[in-house]
């Protein structure tokens, strides 16, 4: 029963490419920057390291083929909203640059890789586990407050710096919203992290961040989400019926551990609290300083390493 | 299957191929 809505003229790739011209930087990246080893591959691109020549900083690299992308304008959005919401949660934007049919993206790099790393590598305590929480949830506040969803949490968009310090990155399928258009309903996301109301195909808003921020709290606690031994179909209707899933040994969990997941993992959104809500929780009272990361951090590169 | 489990934790958007 979804609100008939105008629907949004879709872009011609013309149209698209006039706008990325505009955004990016004008230049050989080639001449720019020396680049290294490839750290990363997603649905969208992949990523490498790189060192600026001027400066020796070490940066990121998203390289994407522009024809291989089933959604172009997703990409001017990703980029929009990196360049205009800055934040020490999230991880900084440098510049853009059209090289060919490519498009390539320079980005802060942290070397501490990615957090999926440390919850499938090492076993986190409370306090590690609500720091994190605490550091994704200013990156959430902030996001909502300029009324943008991110709507891909998990852990493989979480990075790390060697110091502990926790970012958010991957912003090439979040929604920015407006009073006109407050609610969503394209099903976007990654379906083991997806909230019941995506599932369902019922229009949604920023909370769905905070129900993908529960499930990666499953995942520090686990080492994966509920039900990634399924396919993801499957997950999808278990989600769907299930609703909030059941955490294997919940009462191992402090009651106030316990607290926050229920109220991340609220099926009802009007009941599931918001990222300004959950940053009073008790729980992150609990939080050790993001230093104690550190030891897990490294020990997840041995054992990928090892791999 | 390594690559059909990393595979599963692609982003979808939209309906994907196996919906």
């Known amino acids: 029963n979804t609100a008939a809505r105008p629907k949004k003229k879709k872009m011609s790739d013309e149209e698209i490419m006039e706008k990325l011209r505009i955004i990016v930087a004008v230049g050989d990246p080639n001449k720019k920057y020396t680049k290294m080893e490839k750290i990363g591959q997603g649905a969208s691109g992949t990523v490498y390291t790189a060192i600026e020549i001027a400066t020796g900083m070490e940066v990121a690299i998203k390289q994407m083929n522009l024809s291989q992308q089933p959604k172009k304008e997703l990409i001017i959005n990703e980029l929009l909203v990196m360049r205009e919401n800055k934040h020490p949660n999230i991880v900084n934007y440098l510049d853009s640059y059209l090289v060919g049919e490519e498009l390539w993206v320079t980005m802060e790099y942290l070397p501490g890789g990615s957090l999926t ?190 791999h | 299957s390594k690559k059909y489990e990393r595979k599963k934790r692609y982003t979808v958007v939209g309906n994907p191929y196996w919906m």
Request: charged share 25%.
């Open chain 1, 117 to 306: 790393d440390v919850v499938t590598e090492t076993c986190m305590d409370e306090g590690q586990i609500a720091a994190v929480c605490r550091e994704v949830l200013q990156a959430l506040e902030f996001l909502h407050y300029n009324h943008v969803i991110h709507r891909d949490i998990k852990s493989d968009n979480i990075l790390l710096g060697m110091d502990g310090s926790v970012k958010l990155t991957d912003f090439g399928f979040c929604a920015q919203i407006s009073p006109e258009q407050s609610k969503r309903t394209t099903m976007v996301g990654t379906p083991y992290w997806m909230a019941p109301e995506v599932v369902t195909r019922k229009q949604y808003g920023p909370k769905v961040d905070i129900w993908s921020l529960g499930i990666m709290a499953i995942e520090m606690i686990e080492g994966e989400p509920p039900y990634l031994n399924e396919n993801p179909l499957r997950a999808l209707y278990l989600i769907a019926t299930n609703g909030k899933p059941e955490i294997k040994e919940k009462e191992k969990l402090s009651p106030v551990f316990q607290d926050f997941l229920d109220k991340c993992l609220d099926v009802d959104v009007d009941k599931r609290f918001s990222a300004c809500e959950l940053l009073k929780h008790p729980f992150l009272k609990l939080a050790r300083p993001l230093a104690s990361l550190h030891p897990l951090i490294v020990a997840a590169k041995e054992a990928a390493k090892s």
